[in-house]
């Protein structure tokens, strides 16, 4: 490849890297293949473009973004060798004033599974039996297993982000995963960038031949783990078939067409694949059009999968981690010297920026990002890839740079001079862990609360910035509480609701509700163990989550695990809650209500959600978070740790409320509401800390500790 946008062939970055040719060039990078100076062996450079108009704090928010994403990738290349490494982070500054980061990647020989596919075609190959699919691919479902356990999502897994080390068909290639990134910090620049906005106006931040619903639009719901299993069946569909795109189409819609339509699936029977029955159900679930019907994440796809094609077989389950850090059962990685990095004095210690572990989404150097003009020739809608020796272009970034064009750069190859962010030989240290039943909330900016409908409570919206931590998954349950009970360490919840009477109520009418809604109560009914634990006081959650070496959610970081920092105005996005979203109010509520004797309530929607009270937690898979939480919006409101208290406009950092009050903030909504507001993520409710109400639950959060 002749063209050279950075002009970097021939220089010497850091003193360390020779910069040799260009190998690959995409929407955002420039991949490099280097030589390292002192190991005498080839590396991949990868360079990240930056618009030249992009102002300073621009560049410094992204840089950190791309290195607090680096640290991620570096602690989960460190767990599965099937996930391309990194090996050193910097940044270069060019005579004429080009500002470049840069990230130092292992390099592999070998070419794409796209490539490979059309190899294959060309010799007239016959078709991989769906065993040795399998068993070529299974290491790449061990490490995005682990990924999405780490509520890491890769949002664009295709064949030319899987790489083949080695070109036999024995089904025990080993593959690589490349191209782990995050097209939401992107997307959050370009709110407040013209500069950016302009440039990357015609790109997309997926490759529509591989795309999920969601993806094409948010109707769907939002994307997560289920969206990588979607495009990860779509790929096992295509090898099945030869290398035929499993979503057909020469247009932007035409491809939006085939994922979305309910009557024409793309599973490998529909296009013609033989395979048994236990097989085509697997892939119909996998490539469901709505998320909530898929599965929920990678392994339990392939647990599935494994289950129909090896029905003796003991069920899969993803590799334990080794004492040396690596999942074992993976691909060996390639041998030779590796250098891990530290940031320093660039990235503050917030971790990841906002969006960027559960939301990541890919850019790929060898496949770049596509804009809605006819695809290749394949459909694949990928780009060309370079084959041979090529690097693992596409690891994980925290930010996506944009190029100035050849005709602004300096004329010449520059002298480079590097004043690399971070070099150090030390390992990172690992990311922090949350325990089981608990996801990792990457923490970062957003604004919380709204300046929509005129709700005093909630206004002024004023950006705050959260340190990572980690959050239950569920809201508490009714069994969970009642086993800390027995054992001495939980106070035992009141059998009956209370709660503060409002003015407009007399006290009769006030009691009546109060023993109408005592029924309710969920402690220690066995048919109501996972339902969510309600009837507690704020004292009673808080106690619980201490004990369990815990503590209540913040209210921002509440707020943040439900909506992230892209706005949404609904845990799932901007779609009006339905009655397969959330547990609220709907006709069975209503009739429940009318039953007891009770004059009804606006209605959520006109329809049943199958509870007229509480609901198992985590019925409402549709209604899952970015970060992969159940039941954020109704079922039961959430006890929070903060006072009540008003708003201002100032910018604050893991803001915790006023030092005292009378009132503690509750979250989220119940299972009775019938208002829209109370589903907002930005709602707030000021409850006596001793209520203990039918419509009060709580969940957990954990601090994870600093790193060093």
């Known amino acids: 490849m002749e063209r050279d946008p950075l002009n970097l062939v021939g220089t010497t970055i850091d003193d360390k890297y020779v910069v040799e040719e260009v190998v690959g060039e995409g929407g955002f990078s420039v991949v490099y293949r280097a030589n390292h100076v002192i190991w005498k062996q080839p590396v991949g450079l990868k360079c990240f473009k930056i618009a030249p108009l992009a102002a300073e704090e621009m560049r410094r928010e992204l840089l950190d973004a791309f290195i607090q994403e680096g640290k991620l990738m570096t ?9 391309v490494q990194a090996r050193d982070v910097g940044t270069i500054t060019r005579e004429d004033g080009a500002w470049i980061p840069y990230m130092v990647l292992e390099w592999l020989e070998g070419l794409p599974l796209d490539k490979v596919l059309d190899r294959a075609a060309q010799n007239n190959d016959p078709p991989r039996p769906i065993e040795g699919v399998l068993g070529m691919l299974n290491g790449v479902a061990e490490a995005l297993s682990l990924a999405h356990r780490r509520n890491v999502v890769h949002r664009d897994i295709k064949p030319a982000n899987l790489f083949v080390l080695t070109g036999n068909r024995s089904g025990d290639e080993a593959v690589k995963i490349l191209d782990f990134g995050v097209a939401k910090v992107m997307q959050e620049h370009l709110e407040h960038d013209k500069a950016l ?23 769907y719901g939002a994307t997560g783990p289920w969206t990588d299993v979607f495009a990860f069946a779509l790929v096992l569909v295509e090898i099945l078939q030869s290398g035929k795109p499993a979503l057909v ?3 932007f819609l035409q ?15 529909t296009l013609g694949v033989p395979v048994t029955d236990a097989v085509e159900a697997v892939f119909a679930k996998a490539l469901a059009v709505k998320p909530g019907d898929r599965y929920p994440n990678m392994r339990d796809f392939w647990c599935a999968l494994r289950a129909a094609v090896y029905p003796d077989e003991k069920r899969w389950t993803p590799p334990s981690l080794g004492s040396d850090g690596l999942a074992l059962g993976t691909i060996p990685s390639q041998p030779g010297p590796s250098v891990q990095f530290q940031p320093t004095q660039v990235a503050p210690d917030t971790g990841p920026r906002p969006d960027s572990v559960p939301v990541s989404q890919a850019v790929s150097t060898t496949s770049p990002l596509q804009t809605t003009a006819a695809p290749a020739p394949r459909s694949r809608m990928a780009g060309a890839a370079v084959a041979g020796a090529l690097i693992a ?11 100035r064009s050849p005709a602004e750069a300096t004329e010449g190859a520059p002298a480079v001079g590097s004043s690399a962010a971070a070099a150090a030989s030390s390992a990172v240290p690992a990311e922090p862990t949350c325990p089981e039943g608990m996801a990792y909330v990457p923490g970062g900016k957003f604004f919380m609360g709204s300046d929509e409908d005129k709700y005093p409570r909630w206004q002024p919206a004023h950006k705050v910035e959260l340190s990572p931590f980690c959050l239950d998954v569920n809201e508490v349950t009714a069994k969970k509480y009642k086993a800390c009970s027995d054992i001495g360490e939980c106070k035992r919840p009141k059998t ?18 109060e023993r109408i809604y005592s029924e309710l109560c969920t402690f220690g009914k066995e048919a109501l163990a996972d339902h969510p634990i309600n009837c507690v006081t704020w004292a009673d959650a808080q106690a619980y989550c201490e004990v369990h070496g815990n503590r209540l959610p913040t209210e921002a970081e509440w ?9 949404r105005k609904f845990p799932w996005g901007d779609k009006p809650p339905n009655e397969k979203h959330m547990n609220a109010c709907g006709t069975e509520c209503n009739a429940w209500e009318t039953k007891a004797g009770l004059t009804p309530g606006p209605r959520m929607y006109d329809a049943d959600d199958g509870f007229p009270a509480t609901a198992p937690v985590g019925s409402f898979p549709e209604g899952v978070t970015m970060f992969g939480m159940h039941d954020m919006v109704g079922n039961v409101f959430e006890w929070t740790a903060d006072w009540m208290g008003t708003y201002t406009k100032d910018e604050l ?14 979250r989220g909504g119940a299972f009775n509401g019938g208002f829209s507001l109370w589903v907002n993520p930005a709602f707030r409710y000021a409850m006596d800390p001793e209520a203990h109400s039918h419509g009060i639950g709580f969940r957990c959060a954990k601090t994870l500790p600093k790193r060093p």
């Open 75 to 83: 602690e989960l290349s460190t767990r599965t060798s099937a996930i």
């Open 197 to 219: 906005k302009l440039t990357a106006a015609t790109l997309t931040a997926f490759t529509p031949s591989y795309g999920a619903p969601e993806q094409f639009s948010r109707t």
């Open 249 to 251: 189409g020469d247009e």
């Open 255 to 269: 491809l939006a067409n085939a994922s979305t339509n309910e009557n024409e699936r793309p599973t490998p029977r």
């Open 393 to 403: 272009a596409g690891l994980l970034v925290g930010a996506f740079f944009l190029l």
């Open 496 to 513: 009956e609701a209370k709660w503060p009477k409002t003015a407009k109520e007399t006290d009769r009418d006030h009691e009546r509700k």
């Open 559 to 567: 707020e943040f695990a439900a909506r992230g920092s892209d706005g």
């Open 653 to 666: 950092r893991n803001p915790t409320g006023p030092a005292r009050g009378d009132a503690r903030v509750i």
